[in-house]
């Protein structure tokens, strides 16, 4: 069974730091591309950061560009996001994502709220 569970969303206050860690399982995540992605109320899904299977391609938004940080363990099949200086539009649903050709896979969410 193909999972994918986020944790380590919460509150923050405006300029602290969150990390987001993204547990996968039931494929072989060594072989997949990931990525978060975030929707905020009233928006739509949009991405955040990817980086490809090599461990090396990244791909950030423009709007969190020195700010947040992808990673993955393959070993411990994790994906990370470590996000610094938050801003209260920064606030969402983050989702973690798994894609690889055809197939793509994804968290139920976890909600980041940035708030003074």
């Known amino acids: 069974q193909v999972q994918l569970v986020e944790s380590g969303g919460g509150l923050a206050q405006p300029g602290e730091s969150l990390k987001l860690s993204c547990e996968a399982s039931?494929?072989?995540?060594?072989?997949?591309?990931v990525g978060w992605y975030r929707q905020a109320p009233g928006k739509s899904r949009e991405l955040v950061a990817t980086?490809?299977?090599?461990?090396?391609?990244?791909k950030y938004a423009d709007s969190v560009k020195g700010r947040f940080t992808i990673s993955r363990d393959n070993a411990k099949e994790m994906l990370f996001l470590q996000m610094n200086s938050l801003k209260l539009e920064d606030t969402a649903v983050y989702y973690c994502?798994?894609?690889?050709?055809?197939?793509?896979?994804w968290g139920q969410g976890t909600q980041v709220n940035v708030s003074s």
């Open positions: 980086l490809h299977q090599d461990g090396h391609t990244v």
């Open positions: 039931g494929f072989a995540f060594r072989l997949y591309g």
């Open positions: 994502n798994a894609f690889a050709l055809s197939r793509q896979y």
